[in-house]
């Protein structure tokens, strides 16, 4: 699995190697940042993630008050992996080697959904599992 990872990170070298990764695993954190923030106003998620980008890696953390859990469980459902960690975070990766662009603003889109639907109040989503 090890040479399977180097294999791949020297498969991006001619592509501008990890300063590229880097690059672009930003440029989609920004990108989620900021969507999260335009198109789920008011919707009670407090971003955690340090805007600055030397001080975050690739993933994304929002604290909500209410429904975390749940919420991350309905995403799940649609095809959007995040993880939860208690009390209150929602976690979202990315991984700059396969996601694109559309892949965030598809997210996005289906967490505005699940929000504004209230469909994380959803009985199903909110039995709570070993595994989020």
């Not at 198109?39 to 929002?62: K, Y």
């Not at 919420?71 to 976690?91: E, K, M, N, S, W």
């Amino acid at each position: 699995a090890l040479e399977c990872g180097v294999d791949t990170l020297l498969a991006a070298e001619p592509l501008g190697g990890m300063d590229a990764l880097r690059s672009k695993s930003l440029a989609l954190t920004e990108c989620f940042m900021r969507l999260v923030a335009e198109r789920c106003a008011g919707q009670g998620l407090a971003l955690v993630t340090p805007h600055e980008a030397a001080l975050r890696g690739s993933q994304v953390s929002f604290a909500r008050a209410e429904g975390g859990y749940a919420i991350v469980q309905a995403l799940i459902a649609r095809g959007v992996v995040g993880d939860f960690r208690a009390p209150d975070i929602l976690r979202f990766g990315f991984t700059p080697l396969y996601l694109r662009f559309v892949d965030v603003w598809d997210a996005v889109e289906h967490l505005r959904q699940v929000l504004v639907s209230g469909e994380w109040r959803d009985a199903k989503f909110n039995q709570q599992a070993a595994v989020t």
